[in-house]
């Protein structure tokens, strides 16, 4: 994280990135620690969620493109879990996208809006929404109660 840190903005994009994959990276704490040295909180805000977005994408593209198998494997997903995971999508529709922040089912979700082809419109308009919100929270909470 330390080496993220250092990196300012740049190493807040690669957190945000990656905290979008399967990785356990927290861009929140990176979000933290710049917000806490006076960056700017706009700027912060973007990036992260610019970052994560494209983090994002990158499940989507899997889901779109690769096999059931690769995506059961990836996600460490039994044919059970996978199956639930669809059933969950399906039930609650496009707009769970907005979640897919919320850690354990965020990447799930990205992934299966691939497998499930909703359109790459809807798709970046829902996980955006969810996950600039979710950086002008956390942001404001740590300008604000810090």
Known sequence: MGKLIELGVVGL???AFLAA???PVSSEIILTTLLLNGLSPVTLVLVATVG???GSLVNYALGYWASLG???KWLRMSE???VRAEQRFTKYGMISLCFAWVPIIGDPLTVMAGVLRIPLLWFLVLVTTGKLLRYIVVSYM???FS
Request: net charge neutral.
């Open 142 to 144: 740590v300008l604000h």
């Open 80 to 82: 059970s879990e996978f």
């Open 52 to 54: 994560n977005v494209a």
């Open 13 to 15: 994009f690669i957190s």
């Open 21 to 23: 994959t399967i990785l």
């Open 70 to 72: 690769v995506i059961k």
